[in-house]
């Protein structure tokens, strides 16, 4: 069992850039990791994720503004987020996912907003 929990969430303009990190209780080697966020009234999506071999793979709304990546070492993932939206408003959270086991963290608030 793994607990997570994120940071680096806040207000920011629209066009602004945000990193946040996932810090894990420990090893996520063997663990995909994903950020998957949920706006008001609107279901949870995927966001990006990485592979424990460091695959990645993002949401068509986000390629070539956001990036994920991970370091091991450290049991954190991170999520630079750059060129925000103010659809980009959401609570973000980060999940480790092996086979059927999958945690969550408690999420984190990005508000873009003028």
């Known amino acids: 069992q793994v607990q997570l929990v994120e940071s680096g969430g806040g207000l920011v303009q629209p066009g602004g850039s945000l990193r946040l990190s996932c810090a894990a209780s420990?090893?996520?080697?063997?663990?995909?990791m994903g950020w998957y966020r949920q706006a008001p009234g609107k279901q949870r999506e995927l966001v990006a994720g990485i592979t424990s071999g460091e695959r990645t793979n993002y949401a068509d709304s986000v390629k070539g503004r956001f990036t994920i990546s991970r370091d091991n070492a450290k049991n954190t993932v991170y999520l630079q987020m750059n060129n925000l939206k103010p659809e980009d408003t959401a609570v973000y959270y980060c999940?480790?996912?092996?086979?059927?086991?999958?945690?969550w963290g408690q999420g984190t608030q990005v508000t873009v907003s003028s």
């Open positions: 420990g090893s996520i080697s063997i663990y995909a």
């Open positions: 999940m480790a996912t092996y086979y059927e086991y999958d945690y």
